[in-house]
């Protein structure tokens, strides 16, 4: 057992080291930035990676990897490889995953935090939370057996008959939906389903940190509940709330399994939602593991490249994004 | 007080090993107690009896292996039973894909891979003594979900008609997969199924592949690539398919996207298809015979006289020109290091267990009833005789 410090001499060696260290602050400051380096350190060496063990797929097809084109080609047995499809595919899904969610997932957070009987607000709550701590793999076995053929292949046929028809907004409802309903309109869904949780539970804690003060303010300036909320509230909570969309739209790029089991696994399909398409992910986890050459293999890791450039690119936006709102109204922005 | 309590926690230590060493007899349900005993009095007249004079203590010698999927039920089956044969081995076997498997045994990482798929010259070349062993085969078959139109309601004292299984040819197959032939009332399919005519829908057909690279791929595809020239997109494990087909992961996903789509063709293992009662297309071979995917019939196409081994024991059975022999048919190996094993111990019980396995009737008869064809005798004889070329630090490994 030491000694506790007080008890010894100012003098004793044991008292010097522990008054250099500051009473161990030294030590606990230095851990900190051990682990908080080693984040960065870590960000660097996968992207380094990455880099490095796709040099074979870069020098073979430069930037015609990224381009967008009508015919693409992804064929392990002759080697050529274009990204475009499942660049697409992620693009595509995650933006209309997005689209669907903002709205549902703002409003959950606002019946939450806003209208809800204090009762139900615990269970609803939870039960919120719970939709997000659902595996993935459960969300895809679910959608492919009751899901796809119970709602997005009627949506499809519905969607593709009447939108479809629409000129430019139809190029991208062009039917028919394959009768399983398997496609980029059911990972979208999905993704929707997935991601709103994650959108409700931050925007909500983003309503419940603005200070009663706003509301009472708004209603004393005769302001309605929608007039609060709308006018008051959501301006007040702009930059928490993008930082909820960024945190979806993450979890929307990177899926995998569910993406993998819903949207078809097809390089094939056209511009519309109704098709069936690829992912980023997708194709990594298909393929991976049984890449037929080393090219194939280095084109996969690149596709990897560039999701961890665009997740990166997105992070980067949504800083600026939330730094932008920051700066327009700095006293609205502390939410 | 402090000694006390450190030699009964020595005397519980002690016995906690005591227990955990004869776990898996003592834990046995009584179901896998009388699988041992099948295993190891078919096994005592065998070679596979612990040769040593003195046995290894329980679990001592640990092997890891790595690779293909399609093999892994059989494999754990076997590893399993293999334990109640000789206790001192333990044999773990990773399904992690046969490109993976392959990386693997030329890293020197595993002590054997299992692959569906040949090795390269360049893998030869890095691994510097592989040696491939053919274990077992597999058959993939075409599974098909069909609208047909209804059929009437069978007059008063006559039976209901029973609609017959669909037949395609080789050609027809290819012209599928390339979205030659699109719709089910295609004159190519009608003129192949007389019984289907009055009810092949005028709906177009929906393929489906393996999305995710497998050996099961690789099978059909080189099946595909050698019935017909039009097939341009080649066979390996995975391929740019043409056409607007879907992908579906795995066997499973391939089933559920047939299941879910109407009018839709797909292709999974036969395993999988019998046992999930799916509706299995028969085949038109190379000889003119209408095939029905069985164990003969794929083990006809293994005993092909055509189908010869190189000195590596590979060897592709797509396409057979024999009377009753499944197109689509593929061995499945095991590739060792022939030369170059370290511990020769390990090896040595590596060997008896691969040894086992082809010789053990209850071995071979686990791999009937999961749906594997076993090697013919001939093929059989090439493998053990190449084991026995396998050498430890200079002497041979088997004795």
């Given at each position: 057992m030491l000694k506790s410090p007080q008890s010894l001499p100012e003098t004793h060696w044991l008292a010097r080291i522990r008054r250099a260290l500051h009473h161990g602050d030294r030590p606990w400051q230095g851990l900190l930035i051990l682990v908080s380096v080693l984040v960065i350190v870590l960000m660097l060496a996968i992207g380094g990676l990455l880099w490095v063990d796709s040099s074979g797929s870069r020098s073979a097809f430069g930037w015609s990897f990224l381009m967008p084109t009508a015919t693409p080609h992804w064929d392990p047995v002759n080697d050529v490889f274009q990204a475009w499809p499942f660049l697409y595919g992620t693009l595509e899904t995650s933006f209309f995953a997005i689209l669907?969610?903002?709205?549902?997932?703002?409003?959950?957070?606002?019946?939450?935090?806003?209208?809800?009987?204090?009762?139900?607000?615990?269970?609803?709550?939870?039960?919120?939370?719970?939709?997000?701590?659902?595996?993935?793999?459960?969300?895809?076995?679910w959608g492919i057996f009751v899901f796809l053929p119970q709602v997005v292949a009627p949506l499809g046929i519905f969607l593709g008959n009447t939108l479809g028809q629409v000129p430019i907004v139809g190029a991208l409802f062009t039917g028919p939906i394959p009768a399983s309903g398997t496609s980029r309109l059911a990972a979208s869904l999905i993704l929707t389903i997935m991601i709103v949780p994650t959108i409700a539970a931050v925007a909500r804690d983003v309503f419940l940190a603005i200070p009663l003060a706003q509301r009472e303010a708004a209603k004393a300036l005769g302001a309605t509940e929608w007039e609060t909320i709308w006018q008051v509230l959501i301006p007040y909570g702009k930059s928490g709330i993008l930082g909820a969309v960024i945190l979806g739209l993450g979890r929307a790029l990177g899926e995998t399994m569910a993406v993998t089991m819903v949207i078809g696994n097809s390089i094939q399909g056209g511009a519309s939602l109704l098709d069936a398409g690829y992912s980023m992910a997708s194709i990594i986890a298909n393929e991976f593991a049984e890449a037929v050459s080393q090219l194939h293999t280095d084109a996969l890791i690149e596709i990897g490249l560039i999701l961890f450039f665009i997740t990166l690119l997105l992070n980067i936006l949504a800083r600026f994004l939330v730094w932008q709102v920051a700066r327009q109204a700095p006293q609205e922005a502390r939410a | 007080m402090r000694k006390n309590l450190s030699v009964s926690m020595f005397v519980l230590f002690v016995a906690v090993l005591a227990l955990s060493a004869c776990g898996p007899a003592a834990t046995a349900t009584p179901q896998t107690v009388v699988q041992t005993q099948v295993v190891v009095v078919t096994a005592t007249p065998g070679p596979a009896a612990p040769a040593t004079a003195t046995p290894l203590p329980v679990g001592s010698v640990q092997i890891t292996g790595s690779g293909a999927t399609f093999p892994l039920p059989l494999y754990t089956q076997w590893t399993y039973a293999y334990q109640f044969v000789d206790p001192s081995v333990v044999i773990n076997y990773t399904g992690v894909g046969s490109g993976a498997g392959k990386t693997a045994i030329i890293a020197g990482t595993v002590d054997f891979a299992g692959s569906d798929s040949l090795l390269s010259d360049q893998n030869y070349t890095d691994g510097k003594d592989l040696q491939m062993y053919p274990m077992v085969a597999g058959a993939v078959v075409p599974v098909y979900n069909i609208a047909f139109k209804?059929?009437?309601?069978?007059?008063?004292?006559?039976?209901?008609?029973?609609?017959?299984?669909?037949?395609?040819?080789?050609?027809?197959?290819?012209?599928?997969?390339?979205?030659?032939?699109?719709?089910?009332?295609?004159?190519?399919?009608?003129?192949?199924?007389?019984?289907?005519?009055?009810?092949?829908?005028?709906?177009?057909?929906?393929?489906?592949?393996?999305?995710?690279?497998?050996g099961t791929t690789e099978i059909f595809t080189k099946s595909l690539t050698s019935f017909s020239a039009d097939w341009k997109a080649g066979g390996a494990s995975s391929v740019e398919w043409p056409g607007k087909g879907l992908g579906g992961k795995g066997n499973a996903g391939v089933a559920a996207q047939v299941i879910a789509n109407p009018n839709s063709?797909?292709?999974?293992?036969?395993?999988?298809?019998?046992?999930?009662?799916?509706?299995?297309?028969?085949?038109?071979?190379?000889?003119?015979?209408?095939?029905?995917?069985?164990?003969?019939?794929v083990q006809a196409a293994m005993a092909d006289p055509a189908f010869t081994f190189t000195d590596k024991l590979t060897a592709t059975i797509v396409d057979s020109g024999v009377k009753g022999a499944w197109p689509i048919t593929g061995y499945t190996y095991i590739i060792l290091h022939t030369t170059s094993m370290t511990d020769c111990v390990k090896a040595q019980k590596l060997l008896e267990f691969l040894k086992w396995a082809q010789t053990d009737p209850a071995a071979q008869n686990g791999a009937t009833t999961l749906g594997y064809s076993v090697l013919p005798d001939a093929v059989r004889a090439n493998v053990l005789a190449k084991l026995g070329e396998v050498t430890c630090s200079g002497q041979p490994v088997l004795k």
């Open positions: 669907f969610a903002l709205p549902v997932g703002i409003g959950i957070a606002i019946f939450l935090a806003e209208l809800c009987p204090a009762w139900l607000r615990t269970p609803l709550t939870w039960m919120v939370e719970l939709l997000a701590a659902i595996p993935s793999v459960v969300y895809g076995l | 209804p059929v009437p309601t069978p007059e008063a004292g006559k039976t209901a008609i029973v609609l017959p299984k669909l037949i395609l040819d080789r050609q027809t197959l290819v012209d599928i997969y390339n979205g030659v032939v699109t719709k089910w009332n295609d004159a190519k399919i009608v003129a192949l199924n007389p019984g289907l005519v009055d009810y092949l829908p005028d709906a177009a057909i929906t393929t489906v592949h393996r999305s995710d690279g497998s063709i797909g292709y999974v293992e036969l395993a999988y298809a019998l046992s999930n009662g799916m509706s299995i297309s028969q085949l038109v071979n190379k000889a003119g015979d209408t095939i029905t995917a069985n164990g003969a019939s």
